[in-house]
T-cell receptor, first 112, second 114 residues
Framework: SQQGEEDPQALSIQEGENATMNCSYK?????LQWYRQNSGRGLVHLIL?????REKHSGRLRVTLDTSKKSSSLLITASRAADTASYFC????????????FGKGTLLTVNP | KAGVTQTPRYLIKTRGQQVTLSCSPI?????VSWYQQTPGQGLQFLFE???????NKGNFPGRFSGRQFSNSRSEMNVSTLELGDSALYLC?????????????FGSGTRLTVV
């Protein structure tokens, strides 16, 4: 079952612009992770934010987490054509689940 | 450090056949998870193994099975293939404390059932 729902489903921007993707989830989490996937290949881990954190940065990435609203956002600043990919949020409920529950993803297209 | 290796990359099988997919985790990673990705259902968890023990299983029929070997390599098997089993199968490995570091995924095996 899908835990997260990304919004928007697709986003098209110009190089240099910022891209913001949102994710909502349903149950309590231990952490939330963002992954990138290029053209149906493997997933690449981008950033992880724990349930007790509100914001995290990594290079051009900024992630926020609002556990009261069960939502997260991923901001990519100064987008490049190479950022074109699908982006997925995934929640880890911790405990003895040992699994990620993924959203449906946002397809980001960065036009040169 | 070598990444997660999945073999084969592509596979075409006929309905009713069975298939075995292989995953070699990053050296030192003892947890291996499997996911199925389809356009309709998205990414869905299949199962997770740690030290040769299955710790969790997703909501898939018994035709889907897996195992892990003492060197942490894992295989998954799908018997009596159906057209709906066509998908990208992804394997991920992680270390204890995965809650801090996330998972490393392989490039996947694309299975086509005809």
């Amino acid at each position: 079952s899908q835990q997260g729902e990304e919004d928007p489903q697709a986003l098209s921007i110009q190089e240099g612009e910022n891209a913001t993707m949102n994710c909502s989830y349903k149950t309590s989490i231990n952490n939330l992770q963002w992954y990138r996937q290029n053209s149906g290949r493997g997933l690449v881990h981008l950033i992880l934010i724990r349930s007790n954190e509100r914001e995290k940065h990594s290079g051009r990435l900024r992630v926020t987490l609002d556990t009261s609203k069960k939502s997260s956002s991923l901001l990519i600043t100064a987008s490049r054509a190479a950022d074109t990919a699908s982006y997925f949020c995934a929640t880890d409920s911790g405990g003895s689940n040992y699994k990620l529950t993924f959203g449906k993803g946002t397809l980001l297209t960065v036009n040169p | 450090k070598a990444g997660v290796t999945q073999t084969p990359r592509y596979l075409i099988k006929t309905r009713g056949q069975q298939v075995t997919l292989s995953c070699s985790p990053i050296s030192g990673h003892r947890s291996v998870s499997w996911y199925q990705q389809t356009p309709g259902q998205g990414l869905q968890f299949l199962f997770e193994y740690f030290s040769e023990t299955q710790r969790n299983k997703g909501n898939f029929p018994g035709r889907f099975s897996g195992r892990q070997f003492s060197n942490s390599r894992s295989e998954m098997n799908v018997s009596t293939l159906e057209l709906g089993d066509s998908a990208l199968y992804l394997c991920a490995s992680s270390t204890p404390g995965q809650g801090l570091y996330g998972y490393t995924f392989g490039s996947g095996t694309r299975l086509t059932v005809v």
